[in-house]
T-cell receptor, first 108, second 122 residues
Framework: EIVMTQSPATLSVSPGERATVSCRAS??????LAWYQQKPGQPPRLLIY???TRATRIPARFSGSGSGTEFTLTISSLQSEDFAVYYC??????????FGQGTKVEIK | QMQLQESGPGLVKPSETLSLTCTVS????????WSWIRQSPEKGLEWIGT???????NYNPSLKSRVTISIEPSETRFSLRLSSVTAADTAVYYC????????????????WSQGTLVTVSS
């Protein structure tokens, strides 16, 4: 099983600043990686797939990069609605999918 | 816009079988793979298994011996059964979709259901 490790566990950022969330895979997943946003009481929401392709209606301030084992989700200028938990998911090893443990982006 | 809604008991006794159903509205059941995913503080997000409308299934090896996912295309719904549950199976359970068209298949999950908390307790 491919283990996905995210860092940091919690990220404190001021509104308007940039946030960077990292995700590392225990073995190469090429660019077969997705990112999700989850707010309290809500299901995860797809943000990015293919490591860097934004899903429909996702604002341009969200961007993804990386390949192989190292990936990054960047939020260029945090808005109040962006404070949430972010998860990465690999699908290179399908049909065995795995998620990172999550990174909480909180208001500084 | 396609929507998914789970239904089923929120409380299951240890050693019994957890049963949930996911009903799909606003979308065709034949152009998606359908998955169950659960979330707990201990394990985070955990993929349980996936089914196609043809009945083809894939399960997480860690749960395979206890999981059955079935589908009723005519009713646009699919179901999860997890047997011999313990407290470790307490989680929020989601159903989710992954689009497929011919040889093109997506492996990310969109959309998700709202989620339902299932507690295993006597």
């Amino acid at each position: 099983e491919i283990v996905m490790t995210q860092s940091p566990a919690t990220l404190s950022v001021s509104p308007g600043e940039r946030a960077t969330v990292s995700c590392r895979a225990s073995q190469s997943v090429s660019t077969n990686l997705a990112w999700y946003q989850q707010k309290p009481g809500q299901p995860p929401r797809l943000l990015i797939y293919g490591a860097s392709t934004r899903a429909t209606r996702i604002p341009a301030r969200f961007s993804g990069s990386g390949s192989g084992t190292e990936f990054t989700l960047t939020i260029s200028s945090l808005q109040s609605e962006d404070f949430a938990v972010y998860y990465c998911q690999q699908y290179d090893d399908w049909p065995l999918y795995s998620f990172g443990q999550g990174t909480k982006v909180e208001i500084k | 816009q396609m929507q998914l809604q789970e239904s089923g008991p929120g409380l299951v006794k240890p050693s019994e079988t957890l049963s949930l159903t996911c009903t799909v509205s606003g979308g065709s059941i034949s152009i998606y793979y359908w998955s169950w995913i659960r979330q707990s503080p201990e394990k985070g997000l955990e993929w349980i298994g996936t089914i196609y409308y043809s009945g083809t299934t894939n399960y997480n090896p860690s749960l395979k011996s206890r999981v059955t996912i079935s589908i009723e295309p005519s009713e646009t719904r699919f179901s999860l059964r997890l047997s011999s549950v313990t407290a470790a199976d307490t989680a929020v359970y989601y159903c989710a979709a992954s689009y497929v068209s011919g040889s093109y298949r997506e492996h990310w999950f969109h959309p998700w259901s709202q989620g339902t908390l299932v507690t295993v307790s006597s």
